[in-house]
Structure formats: structure tokens, C-alpha cells
């Protein structure tokens, strides 16, 4: 049974720091595209950034650009998301996910979803 295990969230200041990792049991990341994801209280789950596996693309949402960079460790299966200059609108709980664009735009959560790691950045 696959299980998303998300880590690294916590309270921090707006302009501070955080770095989320993610792993998984029961299923390897290989081969796919793996993003991250988050839900703000009251709203729906968005799009935050996504990594091809090879590593050589990354896209992301305008609002995380220049602030955010996902990583990954194909050796660990982990996937990372370093997040500076956080705000208090990054609010949220953040999940990892095996990425898939849709054919509209944008992109979703294939896998079950996880626990997720909350972020909080107090105003």
C-alpha cells in the first residue's frame, strides 16, 4: 500500500525559511514526475511546484516563483521543497504527490494523498 509521508513544516516568521521532504513507502518515485501541493484553510487544494525525475524540469505556481525550488534524490526516493521569503498567504498544509498534468492545464495528485506537513507564517 502506497503511503506519502510528508515532513519539515512548522511556524516561522514571514521572511524566514523552511524545507519540506518527502518520501514514500510502498512505491517508488521513479520514472514520474513528482510535485507538491497545498491546502490553505477554507480552500481548495493548489498547485505548488513539480519535478520531472530526471531532475531537468521544474515548474511552478506564479505565486511560490523565485521564492520556492523542488528538488529531488533519486537514491533516498525523496523529494524536497525548499521555500524562502515565506509569507503569511503560504499558510497551509503541503502534500506531496505523484504529479500529472491535465489536459486542460495544471496539474493533480495521482497517488493517495497523505498526512501533509503544516507550514504556518503568522501576519
Known amino acids: 500500500q502506497v503511503q506519502l509521508i510528508e515532513s519539515g513544516g512548522g511556524l516561522v516568521q514571514a521572511g524566514g525559511s523552511l524545507r519540506l521532504s518527502c518520501t514514500a513507502s510502498?512505491?517508488?518515485?521513479?520514472?514520474?514526475?513528482m510535485g507538491w501541493f497545498r491546502q490553505a484553510p477554507g480552500k481548495e487544494r493548489e498547485f505548488v511546484a513539480q519535478?520531472?525525475?530526471?531532475?531537468?524540469?521544474?515548474t511552478y505556481a506564479d505565486s511560490v516563483k523565485n521564492r520556492f525550488t523542488i528538488s529531488s534524490d533519486r537514491p533516498t526516493n525523496t523529494v524536497y521543497l525548499q521555500m524562502h521569503a515565506l509569507k503569511p498567504d503560504d499558510t497551509a498544509v503541503y502534500y506531496c504527490n505523484r504529479a500529472s498534468e491535465r489536459s486542460t492545464g495544471g496539474y493533480f495528485g495521482v497517488l493517495p494523498w497523505g498526512q501533509g506537513t503544516q507550514v504556518a507564517v503568522p501576519s
Open positions: 519535478i520531472t525525475w530526471s531532475g531537468a524540469m521544474m
Open positions: 510502498g512505491y517508488n518515485f521513479g520514472g514520474y514526475p
